[in-house]
């Protein structure tokens, strides 16, 4: 008989009455599986007694924000040719209106007379009475309104989704009492990592490296009192203190991986020792049309110091579009090649990689080396030549996708790696195409501005150069939203800029290069365009599906000025570089994320005249108006809070964090596929400082116990997971 429970993060959530297949089967799909699971899916607000206001008193808080608590007396619907519906709520101590002008006959199907809500929104006086139009609202069941009513009590209102809602798991009612559940009998057998273990067996060992300190040095609270403080919080301020320890664990487990990381590329066999004084670099230096700015100077001689030591380089080259990456790398690889090294540049797309092998081809005409492009789609003859360059030592640089990944790609002596816009790239790939050399350096570069707190948890193996500064000649683009009721005046401005000899891009959104609707759209665009709208100019069509070799003529005529205007997906959205493009036109902006319209609008503006934006978009993604869900609501505000952003700066940096409030901190740049693990609880625009400190320690402790062998450090190395547990062991010998 087996009388040890199992660990809550081996209960599935069925163990808990009430949990049936069918609503396991909903909070599966939500990645709830097991009872921690459950116990980690944190409030994402709550509804503070201390600070509801009763409807006697809404009056005094005209044009503020605040939330109210009622019961629904009535639901009409007002107004004859500017509709209007008005649900009135009333407490025990006065009534007000909540009033809706969009969304009417959704929002009227979704109140029911008696209902208690929760409103949040801005006080508003229609003639005596009190309003809210369009509050947040949150429907509260009725036993837990009589509790949080009399006594006082703080409401946790949970993340939910249309599926969990039917499956029973509301914001409040369902989740609530199924953790609840889950907190009386679960939550004693939950391991706090820094607990110090029972019976340490000896005595020094755990004067050194005792995890309870650890809490201490933080004001930390115990683990279990934190999961239970973060549901059932009797003040704000002990929710404040309960999160303050789970975003530190957050962290904490976060930095150790990255430490792992970064010892295991420290402690790895010794790389080659450059020396960087390269006669190819000189004379490339010497024979650019520009002089490089400070800041390409100063990250350049970062880069080479670390290509001088023997420990393998690992950098990240941070620097916003347009900054000039390309040149710091290219010299950078000369220094390889000078020293009989081979580099490797990898890039996303395959339109990049033609485009800097070109560029790159150019560039080194005068200096004598042989330079190769790698990628998926090449005659096989002309691959198998490229490969025996490469495995021979024949080819010093070659540049490709990630068919530089593939098995068959042997190289002589690699010496230089160089990752172009890595947040393409997860860090797996980083260490494959790392491990095709004994030990070589690797320079990543990256154009997305990201916050520091970010690059210190993304990037936090790696160090970091930036270039915070953008050649002189640049002028700023200036950056338009134009509706698409009205393209006739845009058409008319490509006209006009086309007629004093500069080129544009039409951009077309493909979220998905397989999206067949919206690769059709685009080509029947593309069609209108050439043969109504611009007869008489040079047009072409550049898209993911064509084959390379039509994608590589379409942007050479582009490049030789033999077209006039490339209408495009976003296949062009990194990297691409025509300084004689000056407009960027973007359809159907509000499909676009933040960064990527950064970087689309970066595709212009590259040369010493003045450049445009244009985002064009329809009225009714922009506007509030027509009839919406609370979804479309959020959706659409947030899509005209992206444009404006976009239009209102040039600073990348600005813009990323735009980007992370609206995305919330859990989804960035689609860093999911990057193995960046999800953050829960944790804020990486907020919590700066808890970072900072959870991230000292692991550094620390990794520092001195490497494997986690010590048994002070076994409740740690169980916290970490399987995954990462795994990666303990190959730590030495990768
Ligand atoms: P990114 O950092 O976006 O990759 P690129 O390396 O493509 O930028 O450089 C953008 C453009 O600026 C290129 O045409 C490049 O030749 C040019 N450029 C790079 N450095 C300078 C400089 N110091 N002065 C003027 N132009 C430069
Ligand atoms: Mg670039």
Redesign the pocket.
């Known amino acids: 008989m087996n009388t040890t429970p199992p660990p809550p993060s081996e209960l599935p959530v069925t163990s808990l009455p009430g949990v049936g297949s069918f609503r396991a089967q909903a909070l599966g799909a939500a990645g709830i599986r097991t009872v921690e699971d459950l116990l980690y899916h944190f409030p994402r607000r709550y509804l503070d007694r201390s600070t509801i206001v009763p409807m006697t008193e809404l009056y005094r808080f005209l044009n503020q924000t605040v939330t109210t608590i009622g019961r629904i007396t009535g639901v009409v619907t007002l107004g004859a040719k500017k509709k209007r519906l008005v649900v009135t709520i009333r407490d025990l101590s006065s009534s007000m209106d909540l009033v809706f002008f969009q969304g009417i006959s959704y929002w009227q199907k979704s109140f029911a007379r008696d209902e208690t809500l929760a409103v949040s929104g801005v006080v508003t006086m229609f003639g005596r009475r009190p309003n809210m139009v369009h509050p947040v609202i949150d429907r509260l069941e009725n036993e837990e309104t009589l509790e949080f009513i009399n006594t006082g009590g703080i409401v946790p209102v949970y993340p939910s989704s249309a599926e969990l809602e039917k499956a029973g798991f509301n914001r409040h009612g369902g989740f609530r009492k199924a953790i609840h559940l889950a907190l009386q009998r679960h939550l004693a057998d939950i391991v706090d990592p820094f607990d110090d273990p029972p019976a340490a067996a000896d005595g020094e060992t755990r004067a050194t490296a005792a995890p309870a300190s650890i809490r201490d040095r933080h004001a930390l609270q115990p683990l279990r009192d934190a999961l239970q403080a973060i549901h059932r919080p009797r003040s704000m301020e002990a929710r404040d203190v309960a999160r303050k320890r789970l975003v530190f664990d957050e962290f904490f487990l976060l930095s150790l991986q990255l430490a792992l990381q970064k010892r295991s590329n420290a402690t790895a066999e010794p790389g080659i020792a450059f020396r960087i004084d390269s006669p190819r670099a000189r004379a490339l230096a010497a024979a650019l049309p520009?002089?490089?700015?400070k800041a390409?100077k100063r990250v350049l001689r970062e880069i080479t110091a670390d290509m001088a030591k023997p420990e393998p380089m690992n950098r990240l080259l941070q620097?916003d579009?347009?900054?000039?990456?390309?040149?710091v790398a290219l010299l950078s690889m000369l220094v390889a090649v000078d020293n009989g090294h081979q580099c490797a540049l990898m890039v996303p797309t395959e339109i990049l990689a033609e485009q800097h092998y070109r560029t790159i081809a150019a560039m080194v005409n005068d200096v004598g080396l042989n330079i190769r492009l790698l990628v998926g789609q090449q005659a096989p003859a002309m691959r198998a030549d490229v490969l025996a360059g490469v495995a021979g030592g024949t080819v010093d640089i070659v540049v490709g996708t990630h068919a530089l990944l593939e098995g068959d790609v042997a190289f002589h002596s690699l010496g230089l790696v160089v990752i172009d816009e890595q947040h393409r790239f997860g860090v797996m790939q980083r260490a494959a195409l790392r491990r095709k050399g004994a030990m070589p350096d690797v320079l990543v570069m990256t154009?997305t501005p990201i916050p520091r707190t970010l690059s210190m948890t993304l990037y936090g193996d790696l160090d970091v150069s930036v270039i915070d500064e953008l050649?002189a000649?640049r002028k700023n683009i200036k950056t338009a939203i134009r509706f698409d009721d009205d393209t006739a005046t845009v058409h008319e401005f490509l006209r006009g800029e086309v007629a004093a000899g500069n080129q544009a891009y039409i951009v077309f959104p493909l979220v998905s290069e397989s999206e067949k609707l919206d690769l059709k759209a685009a080509t029947a665009e593309y069609e209108r365009l050439r043969t109504e709208v611009f007869p008489d100019l040079r047009v072409g069509l550049l898209h993911g599906q064509l084959p390379a070799k039509e994608k590589d003529a379409v942007m050479m005529r582009f490049k030789r000025h033999e077209l006039d205007i490339l209408v495009s997906t976003t296949v062009i959205e990194v990297?691409v570089?025509v300084?004689n493009a000056t407009v960027m036109v973007i359809e159907h902006a509000e499909r676009f994320g933040l960064a990527q319209l950064h970087q689309l609008r970066?595709r212009v503006g590259?040369g010493s005249k003045q450049a445009w934006c244009i985002l064009v978009t329809s009225r009714a993604a922009f506007y509030s108006g027509g009839s919406k869900s609370a979804d479309e609501w959020k959706e659409q505000s947030d899509a005209r809070k992206r444009l404006e952003t976009l239009r209102d700066t040039l600073d990348g940096f600005r813009i990323s964090e735009v980007d992370m409030e609206i995305r919330g901190p859990g989804d960035l740049w689609g860093t999911a596929q990057s193995g960046f693990p999800e953050l829960r609880i944790a804020n990486l625009l907020t919590d700066g400082d808890v970072l900072a400190e959870a991230r000292a320690e692991a550094f620390r402790i990794i520092e001195t116990d490497p494997q986690l062998r010590l048994p002070a450090h076994a409740q740690i190395r169980a916290a970490l997971g399987p995954k990462l547990r795994a990666r303990l062991t190959t730590a030495d010998i990768a």
């Open positions: 520009f002089t490089l700015t390409q620097g579009v347009g900054s000039g990456k390309t040149v154009a050649p000649n990297g570089d300084p970066g590259r």
